[in-house]
């Protein structure tokens, strides 16, 4: 069973950043997609951005793009969420997912990934 273990999250203020790690028990990252969601308290879990499994490909959320950068390292099997210029908007659970995925792009819809993390808070302050 693939684990997947959030961490980084805290409390920041407005215009902060802040940077999410993700650690994924597998052997290589080349296998499966990885993405970040998140929810917010009483809203439906959104996807934030994801990575491919061939490390290139990326894709990011209208809310976020170009205040957050996904990365990973494949040789510690971590995945990076970069958080800039945040907002009380982005105050959410963060979660990290796995999915061993065949396309082309990296999806960001939560149906499609298996193995989900427990999720780290970060809340921002205004």
């Known amino acids: 069973q693939l684990q997947l273990v959030e961490s980084g999250g805290g409390l920041v203020q407005s215009g902060g950043s802040l940077r999410l790690s993700c650690s994924v028990s597998?052997?290589?990252?080349?296998?499966?997609?990885i993405g970040w969601f998140r929810q917010a308290p009483g809203k439906e879990r959104e996807g934030v951005s994801c990575i491919h499994k061939d490390g290139r490909v990326t894709d990011y959320a209208d809310s976020v793009q170009g205040r957050f950068t996904i990365s990973r390292d494949s040789a510690k099997r971590m995945v990076y969420l970069q958080m800039n210029n945040l907002s009380p908007d982005d105050t959410a659970v963060y979660y990290c997912a796995a999915v061993r995925y065949h396309g082309s792009a990296c999806p960001l819809r939560t149906g499609t990934y298996d193995y989900w993390g427990r999720g780290t808070k970060v809340t921002v302050s205004s």
């Open positions: 597998t052997i290589s990252l080349d296998w499966f997609v």
